[in-house]
C-alpha cells in the first residue's frame, strides 16, 4: 500500500500532463468558433456547476466553515485569472513556439520560488535535470521557430506574466494543501475563473452590441465538444489532480512532469491535426523524458537519504 501512495501522485502528475497536451488541440478546436475570452467563461462556467451538481449530490465534500478561504481566493487570482488573461492574450501576439518556449519555463521558476518561500532545495543533479527537461521543451520550440519566428517583446513580456503567475500558483497551492483538500481548492478555482471571465466576456459582448448572441457557442456542436472537454476535463479533473500532486510532491518535482505536456500536444498535432513531425521532435521528447526522470529519481534519492539520517 506505501508504495501505491507513492506512486499515486507522479500517476496523477502524469495524466495532468496527458489532459493539458490533448487541451491545446481542443483550444484550437473551439476558437474556430467562439472568441477567447467567451471560450474562458464557458470553460469555467462548465466546470463550476459541474463542481457544484457533485456537491448537491454528495460525491463531493466541500467544508468551508473556520477556514481562511481569502488564501484560496489570493491563488485563483494567478491561477486562473492572471495565467489564463496573460496566456490567451499572450499567444495571440506571439508565434505558437514562442509560447511554448515561455510556458516551458514554469518549472524554473518554481524551483527558485520553493526555494525561497518553502525551503524545498532540490539537489545540483536535481537542478541540472530540470534543466534539461526545460531545454527538450525550448530546443523543440527553438527548431520550430526556425520556421515560424515573429518579434513580438510585447507578447513575450505578457506571456513571462503567465509563466510568474503559474509560479506562484504552484507554491501556493502546496502551501493550501495543509489547510484545504484538492477539492476545495479547485471549487475556489472554478467559481474565481466563471465570474471574472464571464464579467469580462459580457463587457465585451455589450460594447459590441452582441449580448443576445452569448449563449450560441452552447447550441454550436463544433464548439461545444470542445468545451466540455475544457470545462470538465482539462479544468476540473486536471486541477483537482494537479493540486492533489502539489499536495503530495515537491513542488519542483510536480512542476517539471508537466514538461510531458509538451510531448502530448505534439502526439496530438502530428496523429490528429495532421501537423508536420520533424527529427527535432524526438530529440526534445527525450531529452523532456530523461529530466522528468532525473529529477524524480534523484528526488526519491534524496528522500530515502534523509529517511534513513532520521532513523
Same mark, same amino acid.
Given at each position: 500500500?506505501?508504495?501505491?501512495?507513492?506512486?499515486?501522485?507522479?500517476l496523477?502528475?502524469?495524466?495532468v500532463?496527458?489532459?493539458?497536451?490533448f487541451?491545446?488541440?481542443?483550444?484550437k478546436?473551439?476558437?474556430?468558433?467562439i472568441?477567447?475570452?467567451?471560450?474562458?467563461? =464557458?470553460?469555467?462556467?462548465? *466546470? @463550476?456547476? $459541474? !463542481?457544484?451538481i457533485?456537491?448537491i %449530490?454528495?460525491?463531493?465534500k466541500?467544508? /468551508?466553515?473556520?477556514?481562511?478561504?481569502?488564501?484560496?481566493?489570493?491563488?485563483?487570482?494567478f491561477?486562473?485569472?492572471?495565467?489564463?488573461?496573460?496566456?490567451?492574450?499572450?499567444?495571440?501576439m506571439?508565434?505558437s513556439?514562442e509560447?511554448?518556449?515561455?510556458?516551458?519555463l514554469?518549472?524554473? =521558476?518554481?524551483?527558485?520560488? *520553493? @526555494?525561497? $518561500? !518553502?525551503?524545498?532545495?532540490?539537489? %545540483?543533479?536535481?537542478?541540472?535535470?530540470? /534543466?534539461?527537461?526545460?531545454?527538450?521543451?525550448?530546443?523543440?520550440?527553438?527548431?520550430?521557430?526556425s520556421?515560424?519566428?515573429s518579434?513580438s517583446?510585447?507578447?513575450?513580456?505578457?506571456?513571462?506574466?503567465?509563466?510568474?503567475?503559474?509560479?506562484?500558483?504552484?507554491?501556493?497551492?502546496?502551501k493550501?494543501?495543509?489547510?484545504?483538500?484538492s477539492?476545495?481548492?479547485?471549487?475556489?478555482?472554478?467559481?474565481?475563473?466563471?465570474?471574472?471571465?464571464n464579467?469580462?466576456?459580457?463587457v465585451?459582448?455589450?460594447?459590441?452590441?452582441?449580448?443576445?448572441?452569448?449563449?450560441t457557442?452552447?447550441?454550436?456542436?463544433?464548439?461545444?465538444l470542445?468545451l466540455?472537454?475544457l470545462?470538465?476535463?482539462?479544468?476540473v479533473?486536471?486541477?483537482?489532480?494537479?493540486?492533489y500532486?502539489?499536495?503530495?510532491?515537491?513542488?519542483?518535482?510536480?512542476?517539471v512532469?508537466?514538461?510531458?505536456?509538451?510531448?502530448?500536444?505534439?502526439?496530438?498535432?502530428?496523429?490528429?491535426?495532421?501537423?508536420?513531425?520533424?527529427?527535432?521532435?524526438?530529440?526534445?521528447?527525450?531529452?523532456?523524458?530523461?529530466?522528468?526522470w532525473?529529477?524524480n529519481?534523484?528526488?526519491n534519492?534524496?528522500?530515502?537519504?534523509?529517511?534513513?539520517?532520521?532513523a
Amino acid at each position: 500500500m506505501g508504495h501505491n501512495k507513492s506512486i499515486l501522485p507522479y500517476l496523477s502528475g502524469i495524466v495532468v500532463s496527458i489532459i493539458f497536451g490533448f487541451s491545446f488541440m481542443f483550444t484550437k478546436k473551439a476558437l474556430d468558433n467562439i472568441e477567447s475570452f467567451h471560450l474562458l467563461a =464557458f470553460r469555467f462556467s462548465f *466546470a @463550476a456547476i $459541474f !463542481l457544484t451538481i457533485l456537491q448537491i %449530490l454528495g460525491v463531493i465534500k466541500i467544508h /468551508f466553515r473556520g477556514k481562511k478561504i481569502h488564501s484560496l481566493l489570493l491563488l485563483s487570482l494567478f491561477q486562473p485569472v492572471i495565467y489564463f488573461i496573460c496566456e490567451t492574450i499572450g499567444v495571440n501576439m506571439t508565434s505558437s513556439s514562442e509560447a511554448g518556449m515561455m510556458i516551458a519555463l514554469i518549472p524554473v =521558476f518554481v524551483t527558485v520560488l *520553493a @526555494a525561497v $518561500f !518553502l525551503k524545498e532545495n532540490p539537489t %545540483l543533479i536535481q537542478l541540472f535535470f530540470i /534543466f534539461v527537461s526545460v531545454g527538450g521543451v525550448i530546443f523543440i520550440n527553438i527548431m520550430k521557430g526556425s520556421l515560424d519566428v515573429s518579434n513580438s517583446i510585447v507578447g513575450i513580456l505578457i506571456l513571462m506574466g503567465a509563466v510568474i503567475s503559474a509560479s506562484i500558483y504552484n507554491i501556493l497551492s502546496r502551501k493550501s494543501s495543509i489547510s484545504f483538500n484538492s477539492v476545495e481548492i479547485t471549487f475556489i478555482m472554478m467559481w474565481v475563473g466563471t465570474i471574472v471571465f464571464n464579467s469580462i466576456s459580457i463587457v465585451k459582448h455589450i460594447s459590441s452590441n452582441a449580448l443576445s448572441n452569448y449563449l450560441t457557442p452552447v447550441t454550436n456542436s463544433q464548439a461545444l465538444l470542445p468545451l466540455l472537454y475544457l470545462g470538465i476535463l482539462s479544468s476540473v479533473i486536471a486541477f483537482f489532480m494537479l493540486n492533489y500532486t502539489l499536495s503530495k510532491l515537491e513542488a519542483s518535482r510536480a512542476s517539471v512532469l508537466a514538461n510531458i505536456t509538451t510531448i502530448v500536444s505534439i502526439f496530438a498535432g502530428v496523429f490528429i491535426l495532421k501537423e508536420d513531425f520533424y527529427w527535432f521532435h524526438i530529440a526534445g521528447a527525450v531529452m523532456i523524458l530523461l529530466g522528468v526522470w532525473g529529477t524524480n529519481y534523484f528526488g526519491n534519492k534524496k528522500d530515502r537519504t534523509k529517511k534513513s539520517l532520521k532513523a
